[in-house]
């Protein structure tokens, strides 16, 4: 079994910084690709970013390339969502997620088996 805990989620004033961390337990994490994905209200859950197993690839949305990086510290098996630049359309619940069958990054959600309870990221006009 896999626990998934976000952190870090925060109201920020646009053009600033947040970075969300996501502590797992449970598996032997670096053999796993991460992923980030978020849902704002009224909307459906999306794909964020991405990463490998070792951490050296990364995937990400369009919409968030150049402002966002994925990392990981897998002595801690922590991931880690640095997100620069924030816009008002970048709130949402942000979720961090584990695929226990590759350890190569994917996009798609129901690739991932385990889940986050979610953090909150509020960005201001």
């Known amino acids: 079994q896999v626990q998934l805990v976000e952190s870090g989620g925060a109201l920020v004033q646009a053009g600033g910084s947040l970075r969300l961390s996501c502590a797992a337990s449970?598996?032997?994490?670096?053999?796993?690709?991460m992923g980030w994905f978020r849902q704002a209200p009224g909307k459906e859950r999306e794909f964020v970013a991405a990463?490998?197993?070792?951490?050296?690839?990364?995937d990400y949305a369009d919409s968030v390339k150049a402002r966002f990086t994925i990392s990981r510290d897998n002595a801690k098996s922590t991931v880690y969502l640095q997100m620069n630049t924030l816009k008002p359309e970048d709130t949402a619940v942000y979720y961090c997620?584990?695929?226990?069958?590759?350890?190569?990054?994917?996009?798609?959600?129901?690739?991932?088996?385990?889940w986050g309870q979610g953090t909150q990221v509020t960005v201001s006009s």
């Open positions: 990463t490998s197993g070792g951490g050296g690839l990364t």
């Open positions: 997620a584990l695929d226990s069958s590759t350890s190569v990054p994917d996009r798609r959600m129901d690739m991932y088996e385990y």
């Open positions: 449970g598996r032997t994490f670096s053999r796993y690709a």
